[in-house]
């Protein structure tokens, strides 16, 4: 079985922090995602990757990074945390058009 | 423009049937159509996937007619553990994917 497995379930960060969410995918897929998920606002993707390296923008890009340096890991990046990204984070890999997603990082920012 | 169109929610109950139909009128021609299921706290889980016809799977069956501007997901015999969010997605292969609003499904006892 494929596994995506998300560093944290849990995470609760400052104003201001820099905060690293890491993703790790173990069937060697060469496309990663990362959504956010509010009530309401359903899944939005936030930045994706083709392939080491690469990283395209999602539709909400604003305030976050992102860092593909080997095929099986997806760093999310908040360079300084705001109480607005506060939200639930799903990483997805993919395979062909069929995506995998870990459990999910609930990231409260106070 | 949003791909896809779903309805917002519905209900059923225990042992019936649930058919949710998803409207995608500008489906190019390669594009895919894959349904996912989604459980509160948890990361969406593909269900099924089609290009036209129908795909039967353990879960699920999926309904594409000829023009491929709709699909119905079909769900079998529900059950309490069937309630979810379902979405309805359509993609060609390798792109990014789009989530719309999905559709809740409440299974009552």
């Known amino acids: 079985d494929v596994k995506v497995t998300q560093s944290s379930r849990y995470l609760v960060k400052r104003t201001g922090e820099k905060v690293f969410l890491e993703c790790v995918q173990d069937m060697d897929h060469e496309n990663m995602f990362w959504y956010r998920q509010d009530p309401g606002l359903g899944l939005r993707l936030i930045y994706f990757s083709y392939d080491v390296k690469m990283k395209e923008k999602g539709d909400i890009p604003e305030g976050y990074s992102v860092s593909r340096e080997k095929k099986e890991r997806f760093s999310l990046i908040l360079e300084s945390a705001s109480t607005n990204q506060t939200s639930m984070y799903l990483c997805a890999s993919f395979r062909v058009t069929e995506a995998f997603f870990g459990q999910g990082t609930r990231l409260t920012v106070v | 423009l949003a791909k896809t169109t779903q309805p917002i929610s519905m209900d059923s109950y225990e042992g019936q049937e649930v058919n949710i139909t998803c409207s995608h009128n500008?489906?190019?021609?390669?594009?895919?159509i894959t349904w996912y299921q989604q459980f509160p706290s948890q990361g969406p889980r593909f269900i099924i996937q089609g290009y036209k016809t129908k795909v039967t799977n353990e879960v699920a069956s999926l309904f594409i007619p000829a023009d491929r501007k709709s699909s119905t997901l079909s769900l079998p015999r529900v059950s309490l553990s069937d309630t979810a969010v379902y979405y309805c997605l359509v993609e060609a292969a390798g792109n990014k994917l789009t989530f719309g609003g999905g559709t809740r499904v409440l299974v009552k006892p």
């Open positions: 500008n489906i190019a021609t390669n594009d895919y």
